[in-house]
Structure formats: structure tokens, C-alpha cells
């Protein structure tokens, strides 16, 4: 799920806002210690173990991701302080441990989509679930579909709580929604990769989204009645704009997709000829991640997951001294390979617009070129 939004009173904020800021402190100094001493001294005060983990770790959480965005942090300075707040964490679950829930309010599973390493939001809803009564089975990240099932057909919980950042990986959330939904386990889903509003979620058939760790637990207060158990539905019943077949063929071709890029932009960016193996091989990469957003724009049918992937990634670029512009001859070849493709072109054709500065279309569907 995504980390709440922060409300307070004047009073919480005077106690909670020190707290965060030194908590920032702590991890940007890779102060697992420190960090660790800030969330108890904190619950020492009476703070719930929930307020601490969604009105401390999270935000300070977010503060990281954006530092890294905006350069003033590593790839590997974020992983650092991802790590001591999941550790952090695992010191709160078990500092004065308590009787485990009876399973009374039922059991949860918690897991990330295959392919999802970012765990550390699925974590914290799992912890708010268990303080709230819930027995809580956390798979983790990156949890293949096969094995999940498989889960669930054997504990058979109240609800599985499906988490996942990235939106390139909605594809695989949705497997494991209808898979999960067949074995008559309702699906609370809950990530950035649902979008903002939840409505990938509802496009993908989950029985119930929820944007934040309180919610999710709304949700299963109120209770989410058992699908029919067996019923399997067919991708294109929920998405039947996949008929075209343009998301298929597309995910397949990606490799060429990307090689025949690179090539292009040889020639319409004569820099690129001077680029060592490293640069090109990040080239390839960013390529690469342009053509899995734009496959799953082309899955959701919504141009404004396109349009929100390459405005972030210009803002990244522009962050590290690279024009967005860069962008637009990248498109501009993807354009000319996926010529034949309507509902592509309809999306590069919006990316295109983001690079120009242009207002992206109102969110709601994929133009067609």
C-alpha cells in the first residue's frame, strides 16, 4: 500500500516531528543504532507502534526516495537506509512482544507481485494488521504467482493484501489477483503501481483497494465476502482491449525493440557513437524500462501511466544535469519501429507531448495516432 498522508494535531507534530527529522538523521548517516533508538524512545512516550511506523518510518521513508530523485542521494545510500528501516522495524515487531493474535479477526496474507522487490511497504501493513488483531502470514517480495496460490489454497485467509510499486509489474498483479479470486481468496490491493486513485485496481478486477496501512485495515474490518471458488476469468473479460494483441507482441519483441533503438539513435544522436560499453549498456537499460511502461500502458489502457513514467524520468534526468529532451529522439525512433501498432503510437505520441512540456490528455484511456 502507499504510506499515508500524515494528519496530525498540534501537539502530535510537536512530538512526532523531531522524531522524523531524526530519524532522517539517523539514516542518512547509516546509523542503524541511532535510528533504532529515536522509534523507542518514542514508544517509550506512549506513541503506538502503528503511529510510529506510519507517521514516522513511512514519511521519513518517502523523504528518501525523494532525495534519490533528486540526486542528493546514491542508489546505494537509499538502499542503505531502506534496509535500516526494515531492520528498525523488525526491532519494533519484537521489542515487548506480546501473546500472537488468536486469529480471531482472521488470517491475512501479505505479499508483494512476482517480481516486486520493494517489500518495505507490504512490511509495514502487515505490522499495522497484526497490532489491529489480525494473524498476518508477510510472503515477502517478489513472490511468484504459482507459489502463492498455492498458499492460499492451503491457509485459506480472509484476504490476501497484494502489494506493488511499479506499474510495469500490473501484468503480473493482475495473475495473481484472478488467481487468488479462483481459489476463493478475496483480493485488498494496495501500491503506487494502482495508481493514485486505486484505479488499476478496480481495472483489474482486485475486490477492494486501499491507499494506506489504516485503510487496508478499514477494509478488513468491514470484511470482503469470498469469491465464488473455481471461477477463472479470462485475461481479455477484464481488459478486452488486449484483443488487438499490440501488448503481446510488444512484450516479445522487446529485446529487438530496444537493439533496434539503440541503432537509431546511432544514428540521430552521433555523441552515442563515442559512448563506452557501460554507457551504452545504461542506454539499453532506460530503453528497456521506456518500452516496459509503455507495454504497460498498452495493458491498463491508460496513456497517463506513460505520460507519468517519462515526466518522472525527465525529472530524474533533468536532477542529474540531463535535458528531458533527450527523451524525444528515443520516442521518436519507437515511433518509426511500432509504425503499425494504433494504440502505441497513441502512447508515445502523449510521452512525446510530456517532453515538450505540452499538458499530458485527461487520464481515461490510450488515443489512437
Not at 510472503?139 to 485467509?157: C, D, E, F, I, Y
Not at 516496459?292 to 491498463?300: D, I, N
Request: net charge negative; hydrophobic share 45%; proline share 6%.
Amino acid at each position: 500500500m502507499n504510506e499515508p498522508v500524515v494528519t496530525e494535531t498540534a501537539h502530535e507534530t510537536q512530538l512526532l516531528e523531531p522524531a522524523r527529522e531524526a530519524l532522517w538523521q539517523a539514516v542518512r548517516g547509516r546509523d542503524e543504532y541511532a535510528a533504532r533508538g529515536v522509534v523507542f524512545a518514542l514508544q517509550d512516550t506512549g506513541v503506538s507502534v502503528e503511529d510510529v511506523l506510519l507517521d514516522v518510518v513511512a514519511p521519513v521513508q518517502r523523504r528518501v526516495g525523494a532525495e534519490w530523485a533528486a540526486d542528493r542521494l546514491t542508489v546505494a545510500q537509499e538502499h542503505a537506509a531502506t534496509a535500516i528501516h526494515e531492520r528498525v522495524i523488525a526491532a519494533l515487531a519484537h521489542r515487548n512482544v506480546e501473546p500472537a493474535p488468536d486469529g480471531a479477526a482472521g488470517t491475512v496474507a501479505v505479499s508483494c507481485v512476482e517480481g516486486e522487490w520493494h517489500a518495505l511497504p507490504a512490511r509495514i501493513v502487515a505490522e499495522v494488521l497484526q497490532q489491529r488483531g489480525y494473524r498476518v502470514d508477510f510472503l515477502g517480495a517478489q513472490v511468484p504467482t504459482a507459489r502463492l496460490v498455492t498458499h492460499l489454497h492451503q491457509t485459506a485467509p480472509v484476504a490476501l493484501a497484494l502489494s506493488s510499486s511499479l506499474p510495469t509489474r500490473l501484468p503480473d498483479a493482475h495473475k495473481a489477483i484472478t488467481a487468488a479470486q479462483a481459489v476463493g481468496v478475496p483480493v485488498l490491493a494496495g501500491g503506487a503501481a494502482f495508481g493514485a486513485d486505486g484505479r488499476h485496481a478496480r481495472r483489474l478486477g482486485a475486490d477492494a483497494w486501499a491507499p494506506d496501512a489504516r485503510s487496508a485495515a478499514a477494509v478488513l474490518d468491514r470484511g470482503l465476502p469470498r469469491p465464488r471458488s473455481g471461477a477463472v476469468r479470462q485475461t481479455v473479460e477484464d481488459l478486452p482491449h488486449l484483443a488487438d494483441q499490440e501488448y503481446t507482441l510488444i512484450v516479445r519483441r522487446k529485446r529487438q525493440l530496444v537493439r533496434n533503438t539503440l541503432s537509431g539513435l546511432d544514428t540521430r544522436l552521433p555523441a552515442m557513437r563515442s559512448y563506452g560499453d557501460a554507457q551504452r549498456e545504461r542506454t539499453a537499460e532506460d530503453i528497456g524500462h521506456i518500452v516496459e511502461f509503455l507495454a504497460a500502458a498498452l495493458y491498463t489502457d491508460d496513456a497517463d501511466l506513460f505520460a507519468g513514467f517519462i515526466g518522472w524520468t525527465g525529472d530524474i534526468l533533468s536532477a542529474r544535469g540531463v535535458p528531458a529532451q533527450v527523451l524525444a529522439p528515443c520516442l521518436a525512433v519507437l515511433e518509426e519501429e511500432l509504425k503499425d501498432f494504433p494504440r502505441a503510437l497513441g502512447v508515445l505520441k502523449v510521452g512525446r507531448a510530456v517532453v515538450r512540456g505540452a499538458t499530458p490528455p485527461a487520464p481515461g484511456g490510450v488515443p489512437t495516432a
